[in-house]
Structure formats: structure tokens, C-alpha cells
């Protein structure tokens, strides 16, 4: 009498049903991650990684650039303040030579102060500031420091008749106002009454 086939072994059969599933996972993969979808990401990846160099190296320039516009700006700021510095010195010597007292002081010393004058007014001009006339003006308040007014039937209103400092420009644009008299309109005063007259 034939034996009945005996039974497989547990073992037989747990390593065939593991074959089986990793060849249908095997399967699963390669139709999930192919060669082309692995290509796609990878090119994504990159226009990102392009988008941010991109942007990064915009940065940099734009930072460079601001700093070298403040470094810049700075400078001229220095420049300024040290020739304004002499612009004050000229000033001076300017006012002094227009001094009465000035009149019997021998001619030879004030030819020299003169020309020490106009050297330093040369210099100041080598370096772009350029000293600009008010007198007959229309008062600006970006290019006029009114100190004084007085009333005036000879001007109009407004019309810069004094220059008590001068200003400069440095490019055409006001480093110092000028420092200016201003004429206004004269006030009309009413008539004074008599004594005679009724309140």
C-alpha cells in the first residue's frame, strides 16, 4: 500500500513563500523607482540647488554694493566736514581783510594774507566745492539759513538783499547753506487817532 506523500516541512515552505514575496516586492520597486523618475528628481534637485546659488550670489553682489555706497557716502562725509572746516578759516580772513582797521597796515602784508586767502579758496575748489552767490535770490531753504529780516520797499518779499556767509555746493549739491539777511514786506500801521476824536 502506497505511503500518503508525507508533508512538506514548515521550513520548505516558509522560504517559498518568502521568494514569492520578494519577487513581487522586487517587482513593486523597480515600477515605483525607475531610471527616469530617479533622472526627473535628480533635475529638480539641481534647478533648486542652481536657484539658490543664484540667488546667494545676488546677495553678495547687492551686499557689496551697499557697503561700498556707505563707504563711499562715509568719505565724502569725512571730505566734507574737514574742508568746510577750512571754508571757515576763509571766512574769517575774508572778513578781516574787509576791516577798517585794516588801512594802515602796510601793503605788502596784506598782498601776502590775500594770497593765503585765495590759496586755501583754491584749494577747496580743486576739491569739487564750488561757493555759490545768494544776494538778488529768491530765498531757498535748501540753500538759505535766514538770520535776519528787514523790511524793504526796494525788494520783494522773500529776496535774499545780505549774505552774512557764503555757501557752497559740492556737485551740485548744498554742503553749507549760505547764511542770509531776508527782505519782508514793510507793515502798514494804521493811522494814530486825535485826541479830539471819539472813541
Known amino acids: 500500500m502506497p505511503e500518503p506523500d508525507s508533508p512538506q516541512p514548515e521550513d520548505d515552505r516558509q522560504q517559498e513563500g518568502r521568494a514569492e514575496n520578494q519577487q513581487t516586492t522586487g517587482a513593486g520597486e523597480d515600477a515605483e523607482v525607475s531610471p527616469d523618475s530617479e533622472l526627473a528628481e535628480a533635475l529638480r534637485e539641481k534647478e533648486q540647488f542652481k536657484r539658490l546659488a543664484q540667488r546667494a550670489q545676488a546677495d553678495l553682489v547687492n551686499y557689496r554694493r551697499r557697503i561700498e555706497a556707505e563707504q563711499e557716502s562715509s568719505r565724502l562725509r569725512n571730505q566734507q566736514r574737514i574742508v568746510l572746516r577750512f571754508a571757515d578759516v576763509i571766512d574769517q580772513l575774508e572778513t578781516a581783510l574787509k576791516s577798517d582797521t585794516l588801512k594802515d597796515t602796510d ?3 596784506l598782498e601776502g ?6 590759496n586755501f579758496a583754491n584749494a577747496i575748489a580743486a576739491e569739487g566745492f ?8 529768491d530765498f531757498d531753504p535748501r540753500k538759505h539759513e535766514a538770520l535776519m529780516s528787514s523790511p524793504s520797499t526796494d525788494h520783494k518779499p522773500n529776496t535774499v538783499i545780505k549774505e552774512l556767509r557764503p555757501g557752497y555746493l559740492q556737485y551740485n549739491e548744498v554742503v553749507r547753506p549760505a547764511q542770509v539777511e531776508i527782505a519782508i514786506e514793510p507793515s502798514v500801521e494804521p493811522p494814530s487817532k486825535s485826541q479830539g476824536d471819539p472813541e
Not at 113 to 118: D, E, M, P, S
Request: hydrophobic share 45%; aromatic share 12%.
Open 107 to 109: 601793503a605788502s602784508w
Open 113 to 118: 594774507i590775500t594770497a593765503i586767502q585765495k
Open 130 to 137: 564750488e561757493r555759490f552767490a545768494s544776494v538778488g535770490e
